[in-house]
T-cell receptor
């Protein structure tokens, strides 16, 4: 079975500081991994996705994530936090069974950006 | 985003009453999903559909049923609402193609009193 674990349900950073949100996955097959962002009272929006083409994936709003197979990790980073980055972030892994697809989500990390 | 509309956006209902939530999409996506979001649990899959009249259970399907009579609509029914079903419900879709990302609606906030 596939799963993802997000370390830290709440992360606070100062504006302009590095953002690092952690995600570890478990998968018996090469995984397809995603990061989503959720702003208040909205649905989730795709930030970026890993589909084995490149280990470093660049997404929207200056975010990027690096796939590390040896560490089973897919951490999300941004060099310089902006106030508008305050949101909840979800890591997800996709799997396929008999032609149907399932997306398993982590429990989320709420990012707070301090002025 | 991907033309996904959820209705209603907010609902308050009493324990024991049936409730139906609707998801409508305009993208002709084959795959549709219902998730619930609760603090500390992230998103958990309730049911999903891989085509008209083709549905299957997710990890938290007890007390819920679904129907998909046409491509664009996916209905989630709480047969007899309980307080434990107070949650925010999200519909999501994705297009044909392996591991294409999910597109989400804006959610329905359901309160069961």
């Amino acid at each position: 079975a596939q799963s993802v674990t997000q370390l830290g349900s709440h992360v606070s950073v100062s504006e302009g500081a590095l953002v690092l949100l952690r995600c570890n996955y478990s998968s018996s097959v090469p995984p397809y991994l995603f990061w989503y962002v959720q702003y208040p009272n909205q649905g989730l929006q795709l930030l970026l996705k890993y589909t084995s083409a490149a280990t470093l994936v660049k997404g929207i709003n200056g975010f990027e994530a690096e796939f590390k197979k040896s560490e089973t990790s897919f951490h999300l980073t941004k060099p310089s936090a902006h106030m508008s980055d305050a949101a909840e972030y979800f890591c997800a892994v996709a799997g396929s069974t008999s032609g149907t697809y399932k997306y398993i989500f982590g429990t989320g990390t709420r990012l707070k950006v301090l002025a | 985003d991907a033309g996904i509309t959820q209705s209603p956006r907010h609902k308050v209902t009493e324990t024991g009453t049936p409730v139906t939530l609707r998801c409508h999409q305009t993208e002709n996506h084959r795959y549709m999903y219902w998730y619930r979001q609760d603090p500390g649990h992230g998103l958990r899959l309730i049911h999903y559909s891989y085509g008209v009249k083709d549905t299957d259970k997710g990890e938290v399907s007890d007390g819920y049923s679904v129907s998909r009579s046409k491509t664009e609509d996916f209905l989630l029914t709480l047969e007899s609402a309980t307080s434990s079903q107070t949650s925010v419900y999200f519909c999501a879709t994705h297009s044909q193609g392996i591991y294409s990302p999910l597109h989400f609606g804006n959610g329905t906030r359901l309160t069961v009193t």
